[in-house]
């Protein structure tokens, strides 16, 4: 199957930078989608920014303009850099993708075990 695995969570002040970093592994043939994900305290999960392999990408508007995906296709990996950070960015981040299996030809959903990200004011 498919494994994610995300990086670079951490505690920052207002207004600081972190680059979150996810790896994808395991027997991938194709990875069509990666996105980011986070769930705040006594909030559902939402959508943050996603990135499909072709097409453009799409961001919440609470973070335009201050959060950037992108990814490596050769590493199977997607990078989210957040800049500006407010307090209410505080979240446990998962990364998503959309891939198919070696041998299994059905495009499946796969989720990381999430980073912590917390801002301070």
């Known amino acids: 199957q498919v494994q994610l695995v995300e990086s670079g969570g951490g505690l920052v002040q207002a207004g600081g930078s972190l680059r979150l970093t996810c790896a994808a592994s395991?027997?991938?043939?194709?990875?069509?989608?990666m996105g980011w994900y986070r769930q705040g305290p006594g909030k559902q999960r939402e959508l943050v920014a996603v990135i499909p392999s072709g097409g453009s990408i799409n961001y919440a508007d609470s973070v335009k303009g201050r959060f950037t995906i992108s990814r490596d296709n050769d590493k199977n990996t997607t990078y989210l850099q957040m800049n500006s950070l407010k307090p209410e960015d505080t979240a446990v981040y998962y990364c998503?993708?959309?891939?198919?299996?070696?041998?299994?030809?059905?495009?499946?959903?796969?989720w990381g075990q999430g980073t912590q990200v917390t801002v301070s004011s």
């Open positions: 998503n993708a959309e891939a198919t299996v070696r041998s299994w030809g059905r495009v499946q959903s796969y």
């Open positions: 395991g027997r991938i043939f194709r990875v069509n989608v």
